[in-house]
């Protein structure tokens, strides 16, 4: 049995790193229910000289680490139990997958704790807001005292979640290059990864948004429409992560008070509604999703105080959701990004993406945001 003991932070790096699979069947394993094996097993540390002599005959750095990030793979129980205190056949092709992954290991040990610490001080920031023993500006002051490079921390209306159980709710800046490595969630069923093609025929899977971004400019596409209509959720987060690398916190807003968004159809331009082509034409520039629901063109199914889902019958559908408020095209003026799944309702046709909305005056209509 082995005596290293393991935090859950780091068993969640070890996992992440290796792509949540054993390394020795290949099979997906539950973050919650694996075995972390040392190669090269611990029992040899009990006789120093025995010890010794394995290292040389493996041609081992005397200073093996047999403790280290290294020497360590994810497994599935049952594996780790065949396997015991054995060193397996070519035991170096297996330190060599582990002495591949300990940088990425060591980064996502450190993302998960600063993690751990941003999240613990958001909360009481939040808490000290709530309390009012804090005012806004003071939460700033105490920012910019303890950074050298003062950072916008954004808060997400839809929280982005991911396939290990995190869900960010908060965004800063300086975090979101490390959230472009992370596995998403695809829903309730564990998927690990979508599978593209490209014309060649090789294939890929992909977890995370830098993933899908890679595998876009490489010519990879979707092997089928469900895993086309799925990778819309990469769509919308590599959008939303990317929009939200430049924006800033707005100077003015005709959006926060009093508060407007999507469920708001009297200030929604029509041109936002995913028309056929052929219908574009028709559109009067200043009518609205309320002009026409009135008239009975488009039907709203369902509605909540942040999303919106609405139809026009026989034809096409939509679905909004509000995801963050911020400055997204620099003229300091507060907008909405909105996550959009637009679909066919007779028929299969599924596509979506982020949007931009913006409000110019406390009495005017949102405006897209190209």
Avoid at 135 to 149: G, H, R, W
Avoid at 288 to 294: A, F, G, H
Wanted: hydrophobic content about 35%; overall charge negative.
């Amino acid at each position: 049995m082995s005596t290293q003991k393991f935090s859950a932070a780091e068993r969640e790096a070890i996992w992440l790193a290796h792509g949540k699979k054993c390394t020795y069947t290949g099979e997906s394993l539950d973050v919650s229910n694996f075995h972390i094996d040392h190669i090269i097993p611990e029992s040899l540390t009990k006789d120093p000289t025995a010890f010794k002599d394995k290292i040389a005959e493996l041609n081992l750095p005397s200073d093996f680490n047999i403790h280290g990030y290294e020497n360590l793979l994810p497994c599935c129980p049952r594996a780790n139990f065949q396997k015991s205190n054995l060193i397996l056949p070519r035991p170096d092709f297996f330190l060599g997958i582990a002495a591949a992954k300990k940088e990425k290991v060591e980064s996502n040990l450190s993302h998960i704790n600063k993690q751990k610490v941003r999240g613990k001080a958001i909360i009481l920031l939040h808490q000290c807001l709530e309390s009012g023993s804090l005012t806004p500006d003071e939460v700033a002051k105490i920012l910019q005292q303890y950074s050298k490079q003062p950072e916008s921390i954004f808060e997400l209306i839809a929280g982005m979640k991911f396939s290990n159980g995190d869900e960010v709710k908060s965004i800063a800046q300086a975090e979101i290059e490390s959230l472009w490595d992370l596995p998403i969630w695809f829903g309730e069923y564990y998927i690990d990864g979508l599978p593209f093609r490209n014309k060649n025929g090789e294939q890929t899977f992909v977890r995370t948004c830098r993933e899908y971004e890679s595998a876009c400019a490489q010519d990879y596409y979707a092997v089928s429409n469900a895993v086309l209509k799925t990778s819309v959720r990469f769509h919308q987060r590599c959008g939303l992560l990317r929009s939200l690398q430049s924006a800033t916190t707005p100077q003015q807003s005709f959006i926060s008070n009093p508060k407007v968004g999507v469920v708001d159809l009297e200030l929604l331009p029509l041109l936002l509604f995913p028309w056929i082509e052929d219908e574009l034409g028709s559109i009067e520039l200043d009518a609205t999703y309320q002009s026409k629901v009135k008239d009975g063109e488009l039907v709203v199914k369902s509605v909540s105080q942040n999303s919106l889902e609405i139809v026009a019958p026989r034809d096409m559908g939509q679905r909004l959701i509000e995801v963050v408020r911020a400055d997204f095209n620099g003229d300091g003026i507060e907008d909405i990004l909105l996550f959009e799944y637009c679909f066919a309702t007779e028929g299969t046709l599924g596509f979506g993406g982020t949007r931009i909305l913006t409000r110019k005056s406390i009495d005017g209509k949102f405006e897209i945001v190209e």
